[in-house]
C-alpha cells in the first residue's frame, strides 16, 4: 500500500471504490465490534441489572442485527419493518424493544404474535389496542410507558425528543400519568414494568439525561406512594454524540453513564427505592463513526470570486441530513491522501434540488474528475434514510475489517426501481 491512498479497516479505500462502484457506503467492521465491546465493559458488566439494545432506525440490516446481537446487545425497534428484519435476522424476540408514537393496529398485531420482548407505549389509543389483541392471544405483553420528561437537550429542534411539547410520550402531568397507570395496573393482558425517556440526539453532556433522570425517579417514587407501583425497569434511551467534524468529539459510555448510574443508585437508596433494571439506546454512537460514503468525483464548476463547486455522484439521496438538519461532514479525496491543502470548495450533490450541497467550503487538495471523494462518519441516519429521489438507486453497502471487503446490502438496479410499479 502506498500513502497516497485513504486505509480504512486494513482496506484501500480508491481500490473499495473501483471495485464496488460509487456512490458506496463503507462500514467498518472493527468500530462497530469496538463499539460494542466498550458498552460491555463501561456498562454491562460494570452495573447489574442493566441492558442495552441497538437503535436500529440509525443504521438496519441484517449483518448489523445479528453483529449486535452476538455482541450481547437487544434490538430497539420502531416499525413493522424493524421487527421483521430483527426476525428474518434470527435476533431473539424477547431482546426487542418496540418504540413508536403511532403504532399502528398491524404493527401491535405484529408485535404480539411475534412475542417482542417490551412494547414501550406512547398513548391511551395503543395501550387500548395491545390488550385487546393480547387478551383475543391468550397474551400478556410487558410494557413500559414512554414520559415526556420536560427537558430541553440544546440541540438541533429537529432531534430533540424530550420537551414538553412534543409528538413522543405521556406528558407527566400527574393526574394524568397516574390514570394512565391505574388503566394499565387494572388490565388482564397488560404488564407494567416501568418507564422510559428519550431526550434527544447527538449530545455532548449527560446534563439532560441527569435532569431527565431526576424528573423519572421522582414519579417512581410518587407512584410508589400513591399507587403501591414498584417500578421494574428503567430505559434512559440513547442520545450519545459522536465526531463528525474538528469541533465535535465522541462522547465514551463512561463519562457519560457513570453519573447517571451514581446519581440512581443513591435517589434509589434516598427514597428506599428498589434499583430497577436500566436500558440504553445508542445507535448511531456505535455505528456512526463506522462508516464512510464513497464518491466519484465528476464536474468541477468554477464562479469566479465566489464559489467553487465539486459535483459527485451522490447527494441527498445518500445522505438527505445536510439538507434536512443542517449536519456538516467532514471528507478528503482518498486517493490523494498525500497531497497538501491547496483550495476551498463547495461538495454538491447531483439532485436536482439546490439544497443538494454535502458540504459548504471544506479546503482539500486540487480535485480532478474521476477522484474518489470519501466522506466521513456517515455510518449513522445515511443509509437508512436514503431514497429513491430522482429515481436514483440506492448505493451499495460494504463491510471491510482487517483488510477484507464483504457486500452486504446490493446496490439497486433500475430494474429494482420500477419493480413494484404496474
Not at 27 to 52: G, H
Not at 100 to 118: F, P, Q, S
Not at 183 to 190: C, E, R
Not at 268 to 279: A, F, G, R, S
Request: aromatic content about 8%; charged content about 25%; glycine content about 8%.
Amino acid at each position: 500500500m502506498n500513502n497516497k491512498d485513504f486505509i480504512f479497516d486494513g482496506c484501500n479505500m480508491s481500490e473499495i471504490a473501483g471495485k464496488y462502484g460509487t456512490p458506496l457506503y463503507v462500514m467498518s467492521e472493527s468500530s462497530i465490534l469496538e463499539r460494542c465491546r466498550e458498552i460491555k465493559e463501561d456498562f454491562l458488566d460494570k452495573y447489574p441489572n442493566t441492558r442495552a439494545v441497538f437503535a436500529s432506525k440509525a443504521f438496519q440490516t441484517l449483518e448489523i442485527c445479528r453483529m449486535v446481537t452476538n455482541e450481547g446487545l437487544g434490538l430497539d425497534t420502531v416499525s413493522g419493518g424493524e421487527i421483521y428484519t430483527a426476525y428474518k435476522a434470527g435476533v431473539p424476540m424477547e431482546n426487542l424493544d418496540f418504540h413508536g408514537n403511532n403504532k399502528t393496529l398491524d404493527e401491535i398485531k405484529m408485535a404480539v404474535d411475534y412475542n417482542v420482548g417490551r412494547v414501550v407505549v406512547d398513548n391511551m389509543y395503543e395501550l387500548e389496542a395491545l390488550n385487546e389483541y393480547a387478551e383475543k392471544k391468550n397474551k400478556r405483553v410487558k410494557i413500559l410507558f414512554r414520559i415526556t420528561p420536560g427537558v430541553d437537550c440544546h440541540t438541533h429542534k429537529f432531534i430533540t425528543t424530550g420537551q414538553l411539547d412534543s409528538k413522543f410520550g405521556i406528558p407527566l402531568d400527574k393526574e394524568v400519568t397516574n390514570d394512565f397507570i391505574k388503566i394499565a395496573l387494572d388490565k388482564k393482558n397488560i404488564e407494567l414494568m416501568g418507564f422510559h425517556f428519550h431526550v434527544g440526539s447527538q449530545l455532548a453532556t449527560n446534563e439532560s439525561h441527569l435532569a431527565a433522570l431526576m424528573v423519572a425517579i421522582n414519579l417512581i417514587k410518587d407512584v410508589k406512594q400513591v399507587l403501591g407501583f414498584e417500578t421494574k425497569e428503567l430505559n434512559i434511551g440513547g442520545g450519545f454524540g459522536i465526531h463528525y467534524v474538528e469541533s465535535e468529539k465522541r462522547v465514551r459510555i463512561s463519562e457519560f453513564i457513570d453519573p447517571i448510574m451514581k446519581e440512581l443508585y443513591d435517589k434509589c437508596k434516598e427514597y428506599e427505592l428498589m434499583i430497577p433494571q436500566v436500558t440504553i439506546e445508542p445507535g448511531r454512537w456505535i455505528v456512526g463513526e463506522a462508516g464512510v460514503t464513497l464518491y466519484t468525483i465528476g464536474s468541477i464548476k468554477e464562479i469566479p470570486g465566489v464559489r467553487k463547486y465539486i459535483g459527485i455522484d451522490g447527494g441527498m439521496t445518500d445522505n438527505i441530513r445536510p439538507g434536512l438538519y443542517g449536519a456538516k461532514y467532514d471528507a478528503v479525496i482518498a486517493n490523494k491522501m498525500d497531497q497538501s491543502i491547496k483550495e476551498k470548495v463547495t461538495i454538491a450533490g447531483k439532485c436536482c434540488e439546490s439544497t443538494d450541497i454535502l458540504i459548504y467550503d471544506i479546503e482539500l487538495p486540487k480535485a480532478e474528475s474521476g477522484d474518489t471523494l470519501a466522506v466521513f462518519s456517515t455510518g449513522a441516519y445515511c443509509y437508512s434514510m436514503a431514497s429513491n429521489y430522482n429515481k436514483i438507486p440506492r448505493p451499495a453497502v460494504v463491510m471491510v475489517k482487517d483488510g477484507k471487503d464483504r457486500l452486504i446490502v446490493k446496490r439497486e438496479t433500475y430494474d429494482d426501481l420500477i419493480s413494484r410499479e404496474i
